[in-house]
């Protein structure tokens, strides 16, 4: 899977901009706040999910033009030549795959597919939970059009059910109102542990290994899923669900089910966000993102493309070396402030950001 081409307008601080990466590895130098992240942003919003900085749609439009934005991309995958035509407007983001009619953005899942890894990816093992299930799902939403469905309806009656609880005191017929919720988040919620239960596994595998190489196995990296309910099958998370109404009533929010779940990960069976130091702990997020990239290779039979976003900086020159080496036959897109290293290391084009303007300079 390669970018082709990409045409920005009206996209953050990118009023204008085309974009022509080398299918190998290309450099987007520039100083800090110039638009070199936001220019890896507009190229993972065409895999059809939401931006990786977590953002609403309405803030990427450039505040100073339309308030629109407008993205066009050719890219290669599945043996062919494609195009994406991706709008972001007060209306939130449509998209037209290979000149089709346009539809909701979401819809282009598993066409065109990036693995990002960034610096707030660093503090991924010892950040929150709620960290840690948002890499599951933004890797999850992009491989499968069936979860992306499923977590989208459990995330709407998670709301809802939210929304009830609060006011469930004053409300006489909350409980019979309630077990309707229950009974179909239960399903929703088997299917979404059902799947990161399954990319958990391969992970363990895949960043099992990709940490012994790099740490030249002085201590095993693993890695499970833990389902705050204790059963996969939705007749056990209904049952339990139930079993904690009170607690969610005295709470005002739902206190199980995949929402509430965590990715855990181990050095030598000791948790690693309290045991590991912080070059362990950076070791294994590496080895995660290195993982998630086998993954998507492996299911999609292709290499996603990959966006490193000025995390070289922040890992030392061992680790430096060890992720260029294992970027492989992937197309990568890379910031930094500094190109030398990365020249040196690969056969690397080299474009600078100022001001949101984009020039190629090697």
Same mark, same amino acid.
């Given at each position: 899977?390669?970018?082709?081409?990409?045409?920005i307008?009206?996209?953050?601080?990118?009023?204008?901009?085309?974009?022509l990466?080398?299918?190998?590895?290309?450099?987007?130098?520039?100083?800090?706040?110039?638009?070199?992240?936001?220019?890896?942003?507009?190229i993972?919003?065409?895999?059809?999910?939401?931006?990786? !900085?977590?953002? $609403?749609?309405?803030e =990427?439009?450039?505040?100073?033009?339309?308030?629109?934005?407008?993205?066009?991309?050719?890219?290669?995958?599945?043996?062919?030549?494609?195009?994406?035509?991706?709008?972001?407007? /007060?209306?939130?983001?449509?998209?037209?795959?290979n000149?089709g009619?346009?539809r909701?953005?979401?819809?282009?899942a598993?066409k065109?597919?990036?693995?990002?890894?960034?610096?707030?990816?660093?503090?991924? +093992?010892?950040?929150?939970?709620?960290? @840690?299930? #948002?890499?599951?799902?933004?890797?999850?939403?992009?491989?499968?059009?069936?979860?992306?469905?499923?977590?989208?309806?459990?995330?709407?009656?998670?709301?809802? $059910?939210?929304?009830?609880?609060?006011?469930? #005191?004053?409300? /006489?017929?909350? %409980?019979?109102?309630?077990?309707?919720?229950?009974?179909?988040?239960?399903?929703?919620?088997?299917?979404?542990?059902?799947?990161?239960?399954?990319?958990?596994?391969?992970l363990?595998?895949?960043?099992?290994?990709?940490?012994?190489?790099v740490?030249?196995?002085?201590?095993?990296?693993?890695?499970? %899923?833990?389902?705050?309910?204790?059963?996969?099958?939705?007749?056990?998370?209904?049952?339990?669900?139930?079993?904690? !109404?009170?607690?969610?009533?005295?709470? *005002?929010?739902?206190?199980?089910?995949?929402?509430?779940?965590?990715?855990?990960?181990?050095?030598?069976?000791?948790?690693? @966000?309290?045991?590991?130091?912080?070059?362990?702990?950076?070791?294994?997020? &590496?080895?995660?993102?290195l993982?998630?990239?086998?993954?998507?290779?492996?299911?999609?039979?292709?290499?996603? +493309?990959?966006? &490193?976003?000025? +995390?070289?900086?922040?890992?030392?020159? *061992?680790?430096?070396?060890?992720? &260029?080496?294992?970027? *492989?036959?992937?197309?990568?897109?890379?910031?930094?402030?500094?190109?030398?290293?990365?020249e040196?290391q690969?056969?690397?084009?080299?474009?600078?950001? +100022?001001?949101?303007? =984009?020039?190629?300079?090697?």
């Amino acid at each position: 899977m390669k970018l082709l081409r990409e045409n920005i307008k009206g996209f953050r601080n990118i009023r204008e901009a085309e974009f022509l990466p080398s299918t190998a590895v290309t450099v987007i130098c520039g100083e800090n706040g110039q638009g070199k992240t936001n220019l890896l942003e507009s190229i993972f919003m065409l895999t059809g999910a939401k931006s990786f !900085r977590h953002v $609403k749609d309405r803030e =990427l439009p450039d505040k100073n033009g339309s308030g629109s934005s407008l993205i066009e991309a050719s890219f290669f995958a599945e043996g062919r030549q494609q195009e994406i035509k991706l709008s972001i407007g /007060s209306k939130g983001r449509t998209a037209s795959l290979n000149r089709g009619s346009e539809r909701k953005a979401s819809e282009l899942a598993g066409k065109f597919c990036c693995v990002v890894f960034s610096p707030e990816h660093l503090d991924l +093992v010892k950040g929150t939970p709620a960290e @840690r299930r #948002r890499f599951m799902d933004t890797a999850l939403c992009q491989l499968s059009a069936g979860y992306l469905s499923v977590l989208r309806e459990y995330t709407r009656l998670l709301q809802q $059910k939210n929304a009830l609880l609060k006011d469930a #005191r004053n409300i /006489s017929a909350a %409980y019979d109102m309630l077990d309707v919720y229950d009974e179909r988040m239960a399903d929703a919620a088997s299917a979404i542990i059902r799947y990161r239960t399954e990319f958990a596994a391969s992970l363990d595998n895949d960043a099992g290994e990709a940490y012994s190489s790099v740490s030249g196995n002085r201590e095993k990296l693993s890695v499970s %899923y833990l389902n705050s309910a204790g059963d996969p099958e939705a007749e056990a998370i209904e049952r339990m669900m139930a079993a904690s !109404r009170g607690d969610d009533i005295r709470n *005002g929010y739902a206190t199980v089910g995949p929402h509430r779940d965590d990715l855990e990960l181990f050095l030598d069976g000791d948790p690693a @966000r309290v045991y590991g130091s912080q070059g362990q702990q950076r070791t294994a997020v &590496l080895s995660l993102k290195l993982a998630e990239a086998s993954i998507f290779r492996r299911k999609l039979g292709e290499e996603p +493309v990959l966006l &490193l976003d000025d +995390v070289l900086s922040e890992l030392d020159g *061992g680790r430096q070396e060890f992720l &260029l080496r294992r970027l *492989g036959g992937s197309q990568a897109v890379i910031t930094c402030c500094d190109p030398n290293f990365i020249e040196r290391q690969t056969d690397a084009d080299v474009w600078r950001m +100022v001001s949101g303007t =984009l020039e190629k300079i090697g």
